[in-house]
């Protein structure tokens, strides 16, 4: 079995920032792509960027320019420095990797999700 844990969401005030980490743990053998999603009260879910294990990134055009994803392959870890925060980036933020696990084959895995909250 596979887990993604979410910690850095919490109050951040317009124009702050606020770093997310993701870190996963289990029976894996390697993580392909790792990404950030977000739902907001009343809205579908939306993806907020991605990386690849090489480092290759795409984000949301609403996210460009302010958020940053990065990646730590030796610690199974993703964060998601976001600056320059909106009170439009109020979400749920979910972490999410494709994962090589033990037997199993590649799995798409997702974390509980960690609230941020942008407010002045």
């Known amino acids: 079995q596979v887990q993604l844990v979410e910690s850095g969401g919490g109050l951040g005030q317009p124009g702050a920032s606020l770093r997310l980490s993701c870190a996963a743990s289990?029976?894996?053998?390697?993580?392909?792509?790792m990404g950030w999603y977000r739902q907001a009260p009343g809205k579908e879910r939306e993806l907020v960027a991605t990386i690849t294990r090489g480092g290759n990134t795409n984000y949301a055009d609403s996210v460009k320019g302010r958020f940053t994803i990065s990646r730590d392959n030796a610690k199974n870890t993703v964060y998601l420095l976001m600056n320059t925060l909106k009170p439009e980036d109020t979400a749920v933020y979910y972490c999410?990797?494709?994962?090589?696990?033990?037997?199993?084959?590649?799995?798409?895995?997702w974390g509980k999700g960690t609230l941020v909250t942008v407010s002045s």
């Open positions: 289990g029976s894996i053998v390697s993580i392909n792509v």
């Open positions: 999410n990797a494709e994962v090589v696990i033990f037997y199993r084959g590649t799995n798409v895995c």
